[in-house]
């Protein structure tokens, strides 16, 4: 009898023990789930970033592009930058061409870009780059853009399960 006693809680105590751990397997699956959706969705923002257009006027009547046979005062394209101390300092981000048509005044050029961090305030300024008499490179005054709030981009793919 004790033998049999003894095999009957032997049976219970194994169940328990396998109830225990399946419990902490599903447990452990589900927070190891939760963290991997968590820092999911960190990595889908971090790769996120704002579309930024910026578009300005030019008048090459007045200031002619360089061309194969005009390669002094002249036009080579422009510069687009930032600014972290509202124009002392302009850090260029990237460069624009002249246009296909550089005759009169051009009345929509501009340029696309992504802007990532850091988010807050950001001013954007364009300035024309060209030649002077001598061919060295000279810059106009930058033009200002209104102060742009940029902000992290929203996460993607979120999906919610409900049991």
């Known amino acids: 009898m004790k033998c049999i006693c003894w095999s009957t809680v032997s049976r219970e105590a194994e169940k328990r023990l396998k109830i225990n751990w399946y419990g902490i397997s599903r447990k452990a699956l589900a927070g190891f789930v939760a963290i991997a959706l968590v820092a999911g969705l960190f990595f889908a923002t971090a790769t996120e970033a704002a579309a930024i257009t910026l578009c300005w006027t030019f008048n090459y009547s007045v200031d002619q592009a360089c061309t194969t046979t005009l390669t002094s005062n002249c036009v080579t394209g422009f510069e687009y930058e930032t600014t972290p101390d509202w124009g002392k300092t302009l850090m260029k981000i990237g460069t624009a061409p002249n246009p296909a048509t550089t005759t009169g005044i051009a009345p929509s050029l501009s340029t696309q870009f992504t ?9 954007y300024y364009a300035r024309t780059s060209g030649l002077d008499g001598n061919g060295n490179v000279v810059f106009s005054a930058p033009a200002r853009a209104a102060s742009t709030q940029i902000t992290p981009g929203a996460p993607t793919n979120l999906a919610v399960t409900v049991k």
């Open 115 to 123: 802007q990532g961090p850091p988010h807050g305030a950001v001013i």
